[in-house]
Each structure stands twice: as structure tokens, then as C-alpha cells.
């Protein structure tokens, strides 16, 4: 069975030349290569972050969080034509989405110890400190380690 419907030729109606369809190829190829180049680059400052020190650090997170902006705006602008639009539409429309990823990235951040997850900032949160320390003293007291180190003397076998 054929589908047919109302408007039968697509490529009169569009009103593009070949000049046109040529500069669009030309865009999608650029948006390709600059997407590519900043993921390449962002693997790369990943892989060296263990190595350098860098792992958990706030500049390595900023860095990586805008990088994912631009990616996303990028996104955004070329491939929902955003960019086609008005200044004022344009801002309209991302500045709520760069605030609103803005803010759930700060909340994962500064909440993000409260998961019982060990990191580098879990160490210093006198909150993450004591769910650990009372998460010990009930494992003490409801037979953890306590219990297994028993003598063998406490359940009435004698030395010979």
C-alpha cells in the first residue's frame, strides 16, 4: 500500500536550489567538525585529569559544564534553527535552559554527597561524617564484626 497525501511535491514546495541544499551540507559538516572538536578535546582533558591532579577539582567541573553548554546551544541554534531567529527569541528561549541546567548542576554538586557515596568533597561534609560514623555503630551493634571475633573459648570449647 503507497501513501499518498495533499502535498505531493516536497522539493517544488521548498523553494531551494541546489546552491542552497550545498551551503546547508556545507553547515551540518561544520557543526559535525566543531561538535567533534570540542568532544575530542574535553576526552582528552579527561584521560590527563587522574594523572595531573585534577580529578574532582571546581575549575575541571566549570570547564566541563560550559563546554557541555556550548554543545547544548550549539545544538539548539543549528539543528533547531534557533539561529535563524531574532536576538531577543534566541535569548528567550536558552537563557531559561542555561539557568535551569546551571542550577541542577550547582544542586548535584552540593548535594551530591548525601547519597552515602564516598569523594573528595563526602571527606569534609560534617553531615556525610556523621551518617557514616552512626552507619558504623549500628553495624557494631547488630552483629558486624563485633560477633564474628568472638574467642572460641566464649562458646564453650576448652584448649587442649
Known amino acids: 500500500m503507497e501513501f499518498h497525501d495533499n502535498y505531493p511535491q516536497y522539493e517544488i ?5 541546489e546552491a542552497y541544499g550545498k551551503k546547508a551540507r556545507r553547515t551540518l559538516w561544520n557543526v559535525f567538525w566543531v561538535m567533534l572538536a570540542i568532544t575530542i578535546f574535553e576526552l582528552i582533558i579527561g584521560f590527563m585529569a587522574p594523572d595531573k ?3 574532582g577539582t571546581t575549575w575541571l567541573k566549570v570547564l566541563f559544564i560550559s563546554l557541555t553548554l556550548v554543545k547544548a ?13 531574532v536576538k531577543f527569541f534566541k535569548w528567550a528561549i536558552l537563557a531559561p535552559y542555561m539557568l535551569f541546567i ?17 569523594g573528595n568533597f563526602a571527606r569534609v561534609d560534617p553531615i556525610f561524617i556523621k551518617q557514616q560514623q552512626e552507619l558504623k555503630l549500628k553495624k557494631g551493634h547488630h552483629g558486624g564484626e563485633a560477633h564474628e571475633a ?4 566464649a562458646h564453650g570449647e576448652a584448649h587442649h
Not at 514546495?13 to 536550489?17: C, E, F, I, K, R
Not at 546551544?73 to 531567529?85: D, K, N, P, R, T
Not at 568472638?150 to 573459648?153: T, Y
Open 13 to 17: 514546495m521548498s523553494n531551494h536550489d
Open 53 to 55: 591532579g585534577w580529578s
Open 73 to 85: 546551544a550549539a545544538i539548539v541554534l543549528w539543528f533547531m534553527h534557533l539561529g535563524h531567529e
Open 102 to 118: 546551571m542550577y541542577t548542576t550547582w544542586i548535584v554538586l552540593t548535594e551530591g554527597t548525601y547519597s552515602g557515596q564516598s
Open 150 to 153: 568472638a574467642p572460641a573459648e
